[in-house]
């Protein structure tokens, strides 16, 4: 009833949270007096607190209406050429000008883990002047009908293949964090049946291909555990009157609740931060104070079925780099690539999935080419550090556009720039 009880208290404070954004907006309106004292800014910035922190976060938008292609800004278009039940694929169109060479077609699978995809808005906004941008957008299992049937770790790799198809021969495919593990799965068992649309490269951004290697705090838990326990404590019904009314998920909440205890002192003293620059009045900290938590606290249900299999195979027997995981029944066979580029990146500092835990793929993936495969450690980066922020954009970017367009299948390869900092191998 732990769900159940969480939409109670969420509904039931409903009223409050609508009165405390009434008064605060009294509180810090201009044409009232007292919202120039130091008193009416406290007052104004305790009701913004309260209500944001018992508000319900939804899903943000990538608000992405344009790019720099050249030396020429052009209009972006987001739309969805793809749809399943479970996940849209949403494809960044670009104004390209008159003249312009084709750009590498990229997928970027983004992590079905908590956050939705606009987490990776960072890692979109960096590659568009690039390259053709395609990107998934998981739903919410909480909005899914139980008519529509089951999501698991199986129809993942599934959903991934399909979407390859859909867009076409010389695809490069992006996974950031836990997607790793079935994208890699994906273009094995896709190589194993000699499909031409397999994807000319793979790129793979701090994700648990091997969580043996210097084990985190995340990957501990999983360790001390059995799947039993994480069934019986954190897979819970979806509540009335959700679309998805009665369908088993592991919820948002919990998974962002787990993300915070990691680094609560940080959020507490952002939070502080956050309202004494409210009463001093310092607009652009607080404002970008606002914009990371209004995504960082928005989250979506993950299926129960994928939870599990995923808690399973990939963080307690490590099917993958053990050559046990299987697809449909089938063994999926790493040894099968042969075709795809591999390009593995890691964060110096990542507290999620630990330094080694991704390069493991370069090790499993035995038969591409040593010409055909490249290592990157990020210095001074956490986990959100590997696909988003100004490293990202300066150092790690570039070397993912070199990367793609020098193993593309069709076409002229792109000679790559040599980028100063950070580790490559």
């Known amino acids: 009833m732990f769900y159940q009880l969480y939409e109670l208290n969420h509904a039931a404070l409903a009223p409050y949270r609508a009165f405390a954004d009434i008064m605060r907006m009294v509180y810090a309106n201009p044409l009232n007096p007292i919202s120039q004292t130091p008193w009416g800014r406290t007052m104004a910035a305790s009701l913004e607190m309260f209500e944001r922190t018992t508000r319900r976060y939804g899903k943000p938008s990538f608000d992405l209406n344009d790019t720099v292609i050249g030396d020429r800004k052009v209009a972006v278009r987001e739309e969805i050429v793809w749809s399943?039940?479970?996940?849209?694929?949403?494809?960044?169109?670009?104004?390209?000008?008159?003249?312009?060479?084709?750009?590498?077609?990229?997928?970027?699978?983004?992590?079905?883990?908590?956050?939705?995809?606009?987490?990776?808005?960072?890692?979109?906004?960096?590659?568009?002047?690039?390259a053709d941008i395609y990107i998934t957008d998981w739903i919410d299992a909480r909005m899914v009908p139980m008519t529509e049937g089951t999501f698991d770790f199986d129809d993942y790799v599934d959903y991934v293949i399909e979407m390859l198809r859909f867009l076409g021969p010389d695809t490069h495919v992006i996974a950031v964090c836990q997607p790793s593990v079935p994208v890699l799965a994906a273009a094995a068992v896709m190589e194993a049946e000699n499909d031409p649309f397999s994807p000319s490269s793979m790129t793979l951004m701090g994700g648990p291909i091997d969580t043996r290697i210097n084990p985190t705090a995340v990957n501990q838990l999983a360790k001390e555990r059995s799947l039993e326990w994480f069934a019986d404590n954190v897979i819970m019904n979806v509540p009335w009157p959700q679309?998805?009314?009665?369908?088993?998920?592991?919820?948002?909440?919990?998974?962002?609740?787990?993300?915070?205890?990691?680094?609560?002192?940080?959020?507490?003293?952002?939070?502080?931060e956050f309202f004494m620059h409210l009463v001093?009045?310092?607009?652009?900290?607080?404002?970008?104070?606002?914009?990371?938590?209004?995504?960082?606290?928005?989250?979506?249900?993950?299926t129960a079925e994928f939870y599990l299999q995923t808690v399973d195979q990939v963080f307690i027997k490590h099917a993958l780099p053990k050559g046990e995981l299987l697809h449909r029944g089938r063994?999926?066979?790493?040894?099968a690539i042969r075709n795809v580029a591999l390009l593995t990146v890691e964060g110096e500092n990542d507290d999620i999935s630990g330094v080694g835990q991704t390069k493991a793929a370069q090790t499993i993936c035995v038969s591409i080419p040593e010409n055909m495969r490249m290592h990157y450690l990020q210095p001074d980066v956490g986990h959100y550090g590997v696909f988003n922020g100004s490293r990202f954009r300066r150092e790690i970017a570039p070397r993912i556009v070199n990367f793609v367009r020098e193993h593309a299948r069709t076409g002229k390869p792109v000679v790559k720039r040599v980028i100063k900092g950070g580790k490559s191998g």
């Open 243 to 272: 679309p998805g009314f009665m369908r088993p998920v592991y919820p948002g909440f919990l998974q962002l609740s787990g993300f915070m205890s990691m680094n609560l002192d940080r959020h507490v003293i952002a939070h502080k």
């Open 84 to 130: 399943r039940a479970f996940c849209n694929l949403l494809h960044f169109a670009r104004n390209i000008p008159s003249g312009h060479a084709a750009d590498p077609r990229i997928l970027i699978v983004a992590p079905m883990s908590g956050h939705y995809a606009t987490l990776l808005r960072g890692t979109v906004e960096a590659l568009l002047p690039s």
């Open 331 to 335: 063994l999926v066979d790493p040894a």
């Open 280 to 302: 001093k009045n310092d607009g652009e900290p607080a404002e970008k104070h606002r914009d990371f938590y209004d995504e960082y606290l928005a989250v979506m249900d993950l």
